[in-house]
């Protein structure tokens, strides 16, 4: 795929969650779905590389971007993601001016939503892909629990669940 193309691929979904995770239900339709540039391991792979490296949370889409066409991919997501970084300025600018209004509260509190239902609709089948057995369904219910009804941090959530797995693996109790 061209240089100008993954741009506008990667730009359609930063521009519509300026970035973090919330771009993953359209970049899983676009690459792993549609034009099957990647597949739900590549992306689930990409966002575990932008989890764990500092920055902002979206750089996993420069992962994606190597993923699905090597250095110029990895280049033109880079582009794409700091794109609506140099937009938003007037942006703000003149919403800022109408944020009180009730009819755009109601607008934003409308689209906030939506863009929460369609994050879930994205994760379940990364989430599908990510689980490989009774071992890792008990370790993502578990965090799942620990995270919602304790709310630990996330880190503590991740350092426990790589402990477990390891101590498994190194058991040979389960293998991953």
Known sequence: MSFPALYLLFLKATMSSFSG???????RDDFVVQRRLVTDRDLNTSVVIGRITPGPKGLYIVSLGYYAG?????????????????????LLAFAS??????????VLNTLVLASAGVSLSATFPLALDAVRGPWTLAIAVLSLVVLVIAEAGTIWVV?????????????RVATF
């Open 21 to 27: 995770l919330a771009a993953l239900p359209v970049l």
């Open 70 to 90: 090597g250095f110029p991919g990895a280049a033109a997501a880079w582009l794409a993601l700091i794109t609506p970084a140099l937009l938003v300025i007037p």
């Open 97 to 106: 001016r109408r944020a009180r209004e009730p009819r755009v509260r109601q």
């Open 159 to 171: 350092a426990g669940g790589a402990t477990t797995c390891l101590l498994l693996f190194w058991t």
